[in-house]
């Protein structure tokens, strides 16, 4: 038996993340997941990969707090709450990782909470206007995704943290290091985290997977960047897991963990739901 043990939302990209115990499957990836950005005055996304204090901000949309009236609430340390509706204007380009869609700019006062919280004055919040089509040799007409840096939802495995820890330990070890605190499975930001009668990393192999009533395709591994090296909790940066995925998980030059997800169609998942692989 396989089921969901997690359910994880970002409301705003890089920003803390947000369990829930449920969550609307949309074409696009989770209702309120990604929705929102912090760009650079070049429109290209500003992520914690640049900005760790991203990782310090708690935001939240009707999908993560359903009492909210807002369309997003800011917090972060020192600063006042700030709560916004989905902008209206006119679009305009932006790029996460160079790829390229369309947002709207938040209000100029809310852009300016967030260059006060990341002390960069270049910085605006923005919303999605229109999704981003999927790479078409991995997707089909219509796919798409906000921003997320690939693909709109991604899954990881219990088994293949445990795995993951194990090895990690082991490096220390090896080196003469105090192992530190197990990874949190936070550090890889998935959507969906599902445990159970699991071989470690045998989801790299799975064509699809249904969670609840929805199925969704199996596009990739996720080939992981610096963020990955960041504690979540503390914003401290180490070596791990990059050091130790290098050693086990290498191939066309990325270390690789989790997999990317493409929904099939609409639906509610929830936690407990029960995950059926096509093994």
Same mark, same amino acid.
């Given at each position: 038996?396989?089921?969901?043990?997690?359910?994880?939302?970002?409301?705003?990209?890089?920003?803390?993340?947000?369990?829930?115990?449920?969550?609307?499957?949309?074409?696009?990836?989770?209702?309120? %997941?990604?929705?929102?950005?912090?760009?650079?005055?070049?429109?290209?996304?500003?992520? #914690?990969?640049?900005?760790?204090?991203? &990782?310090?901000?708690?935001? =939240?949309?009707?999908?993560? =707090?359903?009492? *909210?009236?807002?369309?997003?609430?800011?917090? #972060?340390? %020192?600063?006042?709450?700030?709560?916004?509706?989905?902008?209206?204007?006119?679009?305009?380009?932006?790029?996460?990782?160079?790829?390229? &869609?369309?947002?709207?700019?938040?209000?100029? /006062?809310?852009?300016?909470?967030? $260059?006060?919280?990341?002390?960069?004055?270049?910085?605006?919040?923005?919303?999605?206007?229109?999704?981003?089509? *999927?790479?078409?040799?991995?997707?089909?007409?219509?796919?798409?995704?906000?921003?997320? =840096?690939?693909?709109?939802?991604?899954?990881?495995?219990?088994?293949?943290?445990?795995?993951?820890?194990?090895?990690?330990?082991?490096?220390?070890?090896?080196?003469?290091?105090?192992?530190?605190?197990?990874?949190?499975?936070?550090?890889?930001?998935?959507?969906?985290?599902?445990?159970?009668? *699991?071989?470690?990393?045998?989801?790299?192999? /799975?064509?699809?997977?249904?969670?609840?009533?929805?199925?969704?395709?199996?596009?990739?591994?996720?080939?992981?960047?610096?963020?990955?090296?960041?504690?979540?909790?503390?914003?401290?940066?180490?070596?791990?897991?990059?050091?130790?995925?290098?050693?086990?998980?290498? /191939?066309?030059?990325?270390?690789?963990?989790?997999?990317? &997800?493409?929904? =099939?169609?609409?639906?509610?998942?929830?936690?407990?739901?029960?995950? $059926?692989? %096509?093994?």
């Amino acid at each position: 038996m396989i089921g969901l043990s997690a359910v994880h939302v970002h409301p705003v990209k890089s920003t803390a993340v947000r369990p829930v115990t449920r969550a609307d499957v949309e074409p696009w990836g989770l209702r309120g %997941d990604r929705r929102w950005m912090v760009v650079d005055a070049d429109g290209e996304c500003v992520t #914690a990969r640049e900005e760790r204090a991203l &990782l310090a901000i708690t935001a =939240d949309t009707p999908a993560t =707090d359903p009492a *909210l009236s807002a369309a997003l609430r800011l917090r #972060a340390r %020192d600063h006042e709450t700030i709560e916004l509706d989905v902008p209206e204007g006119l679009p305009r380009p932006v790029t996460v990782h160079r790829r390229s &869609l369309e947002a709207v700019d938040g209000p100029a /006062w809310a852009s300016a909470w967030m $260059q006060s919280v990341l002390r960069r004055p270049d910085l605006t919040l923005v919303h999605v206007h229109r999704p981003r089509a *999927l790479n078409p040799a991995h997707s089909r007409p219509g796919d798409a995704t906000a921003f997320a =840096d690939a693909y709109p939802v991604t899954l990881a495995s219990a088994a293949s943290l445990e795995r993951l820890r194990g090895w990690v330990t082991e490096t220390a070890l090896e080196r003469g290091e105090e192992p530190g605190l197990p990874l949190a499975v936070e550090r890889f930001r998935p959507n969906l985290v599902v445990e159970g009668d *699991l071989e470690p990393f045998e989801e790299d192999r /799975w064509t699809s997977v249904k969670v609840g009533p929805v199925t969704f395709r199996v596009v990739k591994p996720v080939d992981r960047c610096v963020l990955t090296t960041v504690d979540p909790a503390t914003l401290d940066r180490g070596p791990e897991p990059i050091r130790t995925l290098a050693r086990h998980r290498t /191939w066309d030059g990325a270390t690789w963990f989790a997999v990317q &997800l493409v929904p =099939d169609a609409a639906g509610a998942i929830r936690l407990g739901d029960q995950v $059926q692989p %096509d093994r």
